[in-house]
């Protein structure tokens, strides 16, 4: 006798978006049995098409930038490959680097790795309790040697949206970039033509954008090259053992996963037809009514953003490990939480969340009220029980 499907209410949007949009699992599945060539290595009818699907990729992610310019943007096989990227391709030895405690690991372990090494000096600047960053914490950490500010534009715990604009107003300043890190808001916040201010931006396709895996864009301002820290075969100059001068093909050494491309040009044409304001209002709708309803029961602790962050809410429940709520939570409704640390090595800190971290929920468009309705009915019989 087949055994019927358990209930599954998928609240970890923050990090891998879920379900996808049918015409992207449509776009996806089709150049996985369709095209299956890879771009931009030959000439036949294939990869001619593989090739289109690349080059319509990018024209996509320059959109959701805010409209910049498309040959600017590189399409790296992933987000903490291409901070990795951006990273090692513009500090130089004896810089200072400026990161902030709300910061992810993908941000953070790479520029502690080459501080670690004497390479470079990194001063990681504090929070607070929500998760938000004072630009003048910023700008008292600036010193002459300071080349770059690393940020995430959202905390990944909390949803807390940092001032982008004014980060980079001090960094420009100080004849520093500013490097941003939009994993948890593109998508799911509009870019303007100026990226924030950003001198780089850094985003996967597989969370808010609702692309899949496989696939991340790099942007970087004109006039500003990325020092390709990968070597390898791009299928343009290959004559020549250097990597192709003044192209971004230069930043995509090796195979490209032709149907996470397609999946992420058919995610930006879902966000524009629906619209980006729409869906994040939707959203957010949830997570606050979600975050309102956790706050009314005793012994629970609600972290969430203020108005207008990422649709995040991180929780705790007094005598309880957050390993421990989220179990509970799947077994008894099928919610689907993450619980812990989250891949962000020093918010906790600042958070008070040091011991265990948090149980996060992330709001995603195909979440309803039923939802919200199911973890704050479960959390509440938890702490009676």
């Known amino acids: ?29 089709h150049a996985a049995r369709t095209i299956g060539a890879t771009a931009g290595r ?8 593989a090739d289109a699907i690349r080059r319509r990729a990018r024209e996509r992610a320059a959109r959701l930038l805010g409209g910049v310019d498309p040959t600017r ?3 790296p096989g992933g987000a903490t490959l291409a901070l990795n990227m951006a990273i090692h391709g513009i500090v130089k030895p004896g810089d200072h680097v400026i990161a902030t405690a709300a910061d992810h690991n993908a941000t953070l372990r790479p520029l502690h790795w080459l501080e670690r090494r004497g390479v470079i000096a990194l ?29 995430s534009h959202a905390s990944n715990v909390t949803g ?14 100080g004849h520093g970039l500013l490097l941003l890190d939009a994993a948890q808001t593109l998508g799911i916040i509009a870019f303007p033509a100026d990226c924030h201010g950003a001198d780089l931006v850094v985003a996967p396709a597989h969370k808010w954008v609702h692309g899949m895996s496989g696939a991340a864009l790099l942007w970087a301002r004109p006039g500003l090259e990325i020092d390709p820290p990968l070597q390898g075969g791009t299928g343009t100059a290959s004559e020549s053992l250097d990597m192709p001068a003044g192209s971004v093909e230069r930043l995509e050494a090796g195979t490209p996963d032709v149907p996470a491309l397609a ?32 706050r009314a029961i005793a012994g629970v602790r609600v972290i ?49 969340t040091s011991d265990g971290g948090t149980v996060r929920l992330g709001f995603g468009p195909h979440n309803t009220a039923d939802d919200v309705d199911a973890v704050v009915q479960t959390v509440s019989t938890l702490t009676r029980g």
């Open 304 to 352: 969430a953003a203020p108005e207008g962050g990422a649709p995040i809410v991180s929780f705790t429940v007094d005598g309880y490990d957050p390993a421990e709520v989220a179990a509970i939570l799947e077994q008894a409704a099928g919610i689907q939480a993450r619980s812990g640390f989250h891949c962000a090595a020093c918010v906790h800190e600042f958070l008070g």
């Open 42 to 49: 030959a000439a036949y009818r294939e990869a001619v098409a």
């Open 160 to 173: 807390a949206v940092q001032d982008a604009a004014a980060f980079a107003a001090i960094a420009h300043a």
């Open 123 to 151: 001063t990681i600047v504090p929070c607070d309790a929500s998760g938000r960053v004072d630009p003048e914490a910023v700008a008292a950490a600036w010193r002459p040697t300071t080349r770059l500010v690393a940020c």
């Open 73 to 75: 943007v590189a399409l």
């Open 263 to 294: 999946a992420l040009a058919a995610a930006v044409d879902w966000l524009e037809e629906r619209s980006i304001a729409a869906l994040a209002a939707q959203c957010r709708e949830l997570a606050t009514d979600c975050a309102d309803g956790l």
């Open 1 to 29: 006798m087949t055994q019927p499907e358990p209930l599954r209410r998928y609240l970890d949007n923050a990090a891998t978006s879920w379900p996808k949009p049918e015409p992207v699992l449509e776009a996806w599945e």
